[in-house]
């Protein structure tokens, strides 16, 4: 099993609609949580890091359920730009960072 | 955020040739650095972890003889990709992590740009 799961998609959806990705991962001690967006052909940057209580940065909320080692991010009123690839991302006690497949976010007009 | 760079951007060479990559953290010190890569439609694949002053981390399946790692100096990290052949070509990232826990950004990881490296 991997460590870091996501579905890989693509997710297709118009402007303005609301998707959400799922994420799982099988390290029970895993300490931070990140998800990280990539656009084609660059590098990786964070979105936001995800707290236990769940946190919300405009349209987006990301939701940590560590009982069912599930990650969450829900992004509303979804805008052409939020088109990427969205990496779930798991830290444990150690410096190594576990990057999930992503899920790739087409946002059509 | 912090800001790391990577140079060059793009290198293109012959097979059997060497290539050497730069990373840097150029306004925080960073004790380890992490070299991964990426090939197309595929996610990041962690390569090595690099701490300053001694030896780099291999994963299972990366070669230390092919792609020596030095990190000289808390804020420079270096991948060279001996004799280079055509399955190498790939999108190399590096990434490095704030050195102290009192920064609001040490639980962060910061990339740099990538390099991609096409071998004919």
């Known amino acids: 099993r991997k460590e870091v799961e996501q579905d890989p998609g693509p997710f297709n959806v118009p402007e303005g609609a609301t998707v959400a990705f799922n994420c799982t991962y099988s390290?029970?001690?895993?300490?931070?949580f990140f998800w990280y967006r990539q656009d084609c052909r660059k590098e990786p940057k964070l979105l936001m890091s995800?707290?236990?209580s769940g946190n919300e940065d405009g349209r987006f909320t990301a939701q940590l359920n560590r009982a069912s080692q599930y990650i969450s991010l829900l992004i509303r009123d979804s805008k052409l730009s939020d088109s990427a690839t969205y990496l779930c991302?798991?830290?444990?006690?150690?410096?190594?960072?576990?990057f999930g497949p992503g899920t790739r976010l087409s946002v059509l007009p | 955020g912090a800001v790391v760079s990577q140079h060059p951007s793009r290198v293109i060479c012959k097979s059997g040739t060497s290539v050497k990559i730069e990373c840097r953290s150029l306004?925080?010190?960073?004790?380890?650095m992490f070299w991964y890569r990426q090939f197309p439609k595929q996610s990041l694949m962690l390569m090595a972890t690099?701490?300053?002053?001694?030896?780099?981390?291999?994963e299972q399946g990366v070669e230390k003889d092919k792609f020596l790692i030095n990190h000289a100096s808390l804020t420079l990290s270096t991948l060279t990709v001996t004799s280079a052949h055509p399955e190498d070509s790939s999108f190399y990232i590096c990434?490095?992590?704030?050195?102290?826990?009192?920064?609001?950004?040490?639980?962060?990881?910061?990339f740099g740009p990538g390099t991609r490296l096409t071998v004919l």
């Open positions: 990434s490095a992590s704030s050195v102290s826990p009192q920064r609001s950004s040490y639980n962060e990881q910061f």
């Open positions: 390290n029970s001690a895993s300490q931070s």
């Open positions: 995800v707290y236990s």
């Open positions: 991302v798991v830290r444990d006690y150690g410096q190594n960072f576990v």
């Open positions: 306004d925080f010190q960073a004790t380890t």
């Open positions: 690099s701490n300053e002053g001694s030896k780099a981390t291999y």
